[in-house]
């Protein structure tokens, strides 16, 4: 199972960019994708998840400026910045629960990360 990340990059203040993270691999379901980030000298945080069902939930952070969405046939899902801040300058991961065959035919729910991508917002 792999999750690649792109999107990254440097943006000015008020800007925007988008990131995208697709899945591949052998993996039965995909339950939740999410996006987390981690600033220099802080903890990663979760950004924003969506699940299967399309439920989505926003950390207060960035609540009205980031948008997360999921292409369910290209198991792929983005995030759409707007209004960055400097304050959102992070490495970006993308995250996945994914149910995935164990022994014979049972399966477990396991989660996986992607490399990391920069966002840097400059003031």
Known sequence: VQLQASGGGLVQAGGSLRLSCAASGSFVSINVMAWHRQAPGKERELVADITSGGRVEYADSVKGRFTISRDYAKNTVYLQM??????????????????????????????????????????
Do not use: M
């Open 82 to 123: 707007n209004s960055l801040k400097p304050e959102d300058t992070a490495v970006y991961y993308c995250g996945a629960d994914l149910r995935v065959r164990g022994k014979g035919w049972n399966t477990y729910s396991s989660y996986y990360w992607g490399q990391g991508t920069l966002v840097t917002v400059s003031s």
